[in-house]
Structures are given as C-alpha cells and as structure tokens.
C-alpha cells in the first residue's frame, strides 16, 4: 500500500516538484515567463537565441548607471517597485537599457543603431535598442507583479519563488504600469530609431526616373545604404531624411519632420565632406541620397546648384583615379545624370551645377551591383536588361539637351534664334533616329515572341522595360513639336509618336500590375501627349490613365489635374500655354519635377 506525503502542522501537503505548475524561478525573465528551463547563457540564453526573442535579465537591486553617446544624459536603472510606490507624486524619469536581441545579418534585418534628436535637428549616435518591439526589464518587472497580484484576487497561491515587494492592489499596479510605459514611450519619442526607417527605405522608396528602369540594381543599392549607414552617420541620417520624406508623401503627412531631418543631414554632410579618412563612396552615396530629397521636394535648394570646394576636391580627386571607381560609384553617378535631365525639363534649373557635370565621369559600360545571392534568373535578367538601360541612359542626355533649347534656357526672341533651335532639333532627331536603330535585340522584339523565348519570371520584367523606355523614346518627338511651335501644329513625326504610346499603354507590354496601377515610367509620355492632343476626347484617355498610376511620389493625380486644365485652357485660347507659368497661376507653384 504506497504511503501518503507527509503533511505540515497545518495539514496541508507540500507541492511535489514534479507536478510543480508555476513560475519558473531562475533564468532571463523571457524563459521565466514562458515557464520553461533557462541555460542563464549571457548575454543571450540558447532559448532566446533559436527562438530569436529579447533576452532580457533581471537587473539587481542596486542602482547602476550606464554611458550614453556623448551629449546625452546618464540613463540610471529603476528604482524597485515598493520605493517607487512610496514616492507616487514623483515622476518616473529614468528607464533600464535593454541589450540587443540576437539577429540574423541579412537583408531583410537591419536593426542596429539609434539616433538621437536634440531640438529635433541635431542628430547624435545613442543607444543600441528598440524600446517599442521588446518590454524594459522594469515593465517585466512589473508584469510579473501585476499578474502575481490578479492570481492572488481570483484565490489561486503566488509561486513561492516570486519576488514580492509587499502588498498593493492591481488598480494601483496597472497604474504604475501605465506611469512607466508611458514614460518609455515619451522618451522614444525624442529619438529616430534606424530599424522603422531602414526597413521602410529597403521597402518602400523607389525613384519615379529610376526605379522603373533600373529596378534590380536600385534595390541592391538600398541594401548597400543600409549597410554603409550602420557605421557611417551622414549616410544613416541622410537615409532617414529620405524615408521621412517619403512617408510625408505617401501618407499625405505634413513634411516638416522631413525638412528638419534634412538640415541635419545637410550638417553631417558637411561633416562628412571635411573626414579624410572616409572613401568618396560614402561621400557619394550621401550626396545621391540628398540630392533624391530635393528631387521629390522640388522646392528645396539643390546643394549641387553651389557646391562646396571641398566636395569639388574631393570629386576631382576621384574622377582623375579610375581604379577607384567601383560599380555602385559609377552607377550612382549615371543615376545622377538622370535627375539632373529630369530637373532640366519643364522650366527647372537641373540638380547639378556645370561645374559638377563636367567631372563626373561617363562610362561606356556599367557594371551591375553584385548581389549577395545571384541565381541564374537574375543574371539572365541583368544581361538583357543592362543594354535596354544603357539605351534610356543615352535618350535622357538627348532629352537633356531638347530641355535646354526651350525658352526657359536660352532666347527664344527673335528669328535668328529660332533658327539656331531648328538647325540643333534636326541634329538632335538625327541622334534620336541612330539610337533607335542601334537597339539591343531584345528591344526589337514583340511580347509574344518574348514570352514564346522566355519564362515569364523573366520576360514580364523585360517586356514592361522595354514598353517604357519605347514610350519614354516617342515621347521626345512630341516634347520636340512643343519646343519648335507656336501655334498648335502638329507635325506628322509627333502624330505618329502619339499613336505609338497609345498603342503602348493600351496594348500588350504589361502597363499595369497586379493592382491594376499603370506604370509610372508613363507619367512623362501621358502627360506630354495630354497637353499636345487637341481633341478633347483625346485628352480624357490621357488623363484617365494618368489617374491610373496613383503614385504620389511623382504626383500622377496632380498631373493628370494639371494635363486636363492646361488643355482647357489652349483650347480655348487655341493657341500652346507655357506650361510652367499656367502652373503657377492655376495651382500657385511650379511644376514638379518629371
């Protein structure tokens, strides 16, 4: 007959340790919650490890102060919860560092470092950590008594092990929780985490003149920025810039955190500029990423207008070295030349002084940016996509150049003006016509026969590049009819470029996405032909598929607003308006950048 545990004076059986249900007594407190056995690895137990979660331990009873980036206050661990208790009036200002959690170091994790902001622009390296993802070890703390407590209201024993401070109720608990969370949260607040922001700028941030032609590359070039901007501070704080930009634009937020974050990373440039020590990469990099903020806030003053000596030394220095260029060098330069074409256009002044693109190197062939995981889909994507690039690069410079013959930058007054224009437009369409018969292959073919070549993981891409850069390419002939003229007179090569983007837009070469969204590499030729068509019914199928990209980085419903009413208003005068100017007298601002 088995015998019966012996009971205590006051009759009542000790808990076996076998069949023992509550919390478990030792360990980080993360392994304690979830009630399983802990290695006490530090810094990171093996459970915390593999399963990837914050590994936080209990701090000692002790106060214990930590050092902060320089500029920065002290941060001083929690006082216990009972002392706490007793000063109620007093106000929580200080919260415990968390270690980081253990990640994995690929692309899609870039989790490092913390800015802080010091009046909001002054931006300074802080604390390794991510307050808003994982709970500060005085909130665990508190948890732990907040759940003690309820257990002991429902009548069930707290776990002997549970470090209680005394008695207090859960409406007093949750209060305290609530006065600490909240505190975090106030503190967070006055920093810019780089987590969110290089995860939404891999994510999220595409260049309307660029992506579109470039997709491959331009993605692993992010991934390079958020490399670089994990020890560099000008590239991190110029990153963030951009993505708070961004995040203005999209979800139609004011933008004045993005301005302020601007001028901070204008300042670390400067910074940056004058550090012998960093490559012209990091440099370069930072200049692409500030000149992209003042290519979506147009209004902002470009910095490359009046660039500083020493960037011109700097660039000079570099340009004179070839074998100093790498491939991610030479490719944001190209990415440059693109801006520049599309800032010159419309009446814009361009990103980049002359003195600045004349030492900016051209070369004859880009390389690729290497990827970290290269799979033959994607090296047979790149070598059928790099001439189709190559081939919009060269259109942009010719556009570049119909841009300057407008009136906006050069005399248009008298006739020997004109006919300087005309004897320039019938060598720049000479140039236009070579580079259309000098295509790659792959541009002469249709999307079935494409597709009948391809797997469609590759021939959907190569077909949708080759349908924009088409359309970007008929587009010059009707910029060219606008640039020569006054009144309308539409010229048989610019009817013909017009029929040819329709045929484009509403034919087979994978204009929309799975959203049903247009491309935004037709922003350009829709728009153009929107305010060069004379028919009314004409410019309503334009404006419609305007509306249809829905991309507020490039601001495709403001053009389709302004195609309409510019149309409008030639009609009626029956006559070409100046674009620019009718943009600020209907809407009151120039246009943006195209």
Not at 108 to 118: E, Y
Not at 149 to 177: F, H, V
Not at 396 to 402: A, D, F, H, V, Y
């Amino acid at each position: 007959m088995p015998t019966r545990p012996p009971q205590n004076s006051n009759g009542v059986r000790p808990l076996q340790h076998h069949v023992y249900r509550g919390r478990v007594r030792t360990g980080c407190l993360t392994c304690r919650s979830r009630r399983v056995k802990c290695g006490q690895e530090t810094p990171y137990c093996k459970n915390c490890m593999r399963l990837k979660r914050q590994c936080v331990y209990k701090p000692r009873k002790e106060q214990r102060s930590f050092p902060t980036a320089a500029g920065t206050k002290d941060i001083t661990a929690p006082e216990p919860v009972n002392a706490i208790q007793s000063r109620r009036s007093r106000e929580t200002t200080s919260v415990s560092q968390i270690p980081p959690s253990p990640r994995l170091e690929n692309e899609d994790h870039v989790l490092l470092q913390t800015l802080r902001l010091d009046d909001a622009t002054n931006i300074s390296w802080g604390a390794v950590q991510d307050p808003f993802r994982s709970p500060d070890s005085s909130i665990v703390d508190v948890t732990v008594r907040l759940e003690s407590a309820l257990r002991r209201r429902k009548g069930k024993s707290p776990t002997s092990g549970d470090d209680e401070s005394g008695p207090a109720s859960p409406a007093a608990l949750i209060s305290r929780d609530i006065e600490l969370t909240t505190t975090m949260d106030i503190l967070t607040a006055q920093e810019v985490s780089l987590q969110p922001w290089f995860s939404f700028f891999v994510e999220t941030v595409e260049c309307p003149s660029i992506t579109p032609y470039d997709c491959v590359n331009w993605r692993r070039m992010k991934y390079a920025v958020v490399d670089l901007g994990r020890t560099n501070a000008a590239v991190a704080s110029a990153t963030i810039a951009v993505s708070a930009l961004y995040k203005g634009q999209l979800y139609n937020i004011p933008l004045s955190k993005a301005s302020s974050l601007y001028q901070s990373s204008n300042s670390a440039y400067q910074t940056l500029l004058n550090d012998e020590t960093q490559s012209f990469d990091a440099i370069l990099m930072t200049t692409f990423l500030l000149c992209l903020f003042e290519f979506i806030q147009y209004e902002a003053i470009p910095h490359l207008n009046e660039p500083s000596d020493a960037f011109m030394d700097r660039l000079g220095t570099w340009a004179r070295l070839e074998s100093t260029r790498s491939a991610l060098s030479l490719r944001i330069v190209a990415w440059l030349r693109l801006l520049h074409a599309a800032t010159t256009r419309g009446g814009g002044m361009g990103l980049i002084s002359e003195r600045v693109c004349c030492l900016l190197p051209s070369s004859p062939s880009l390389p690729n940016l290497k990827s970290s995981a290269p799979d033959a889909s994607s090296h047979l994507f790149e070598m059928l996509s790099t001439p189709i690039f190559e081939f919009y690069l060269d259109l942009q410079t010719i556009s570049s150049e119909i841009a300057k013959l407008t009136h906006y930058h050069r005399s248009r007054n008298t006739g020997v003006d004109q006919e300087e224009v005309i004897q320039q437009v019938e060598e720049v369409i000479s140039r236009l016509r070579a580079l259309w018969d000098n295509r790659s292959p792959t541009q002469r073919q249709s999307p079935e026969e494409l597709r009948s070549l391809l797997a469609s993981k590759i021939a959907d891409p190569v077909i949708t590049l080759i349908g924009i850069c088409a359309a970007a390419y008929h587009a010059e002939f009707i910029e060219i009819d606008r640039v020569l003229g006054d009144p309308v007179s539409e010229s048989a090569a610019s009817k013909h470029a017009m029929r040819q983007v329709r045929e484009i837009v509403d034919g087979d070469w994978n204009a929309y996405d799975q959203r049903g969204l247009l491309n935004p590499g037709y922003l350009r030729p829709l728009f153009l032909y929107a305010i060069e068509c004379m028919d009314r019914g004409e410019n309503q199928w334009a404006v419609e598929r305007l509306e249809r990209i829905k991309n507020p980085i490039c601001r495709s419903d403001f053009f389709a607003s302004f195609g309409k009413a510019l149309t409008e208003a030639q009609l009626r005068k029956e006559r070409r308006v100046t674009s620019k100017y009718f943009c600020i007298w209907y809407f009151g601002v120039p246009p943006p950048f195209m």
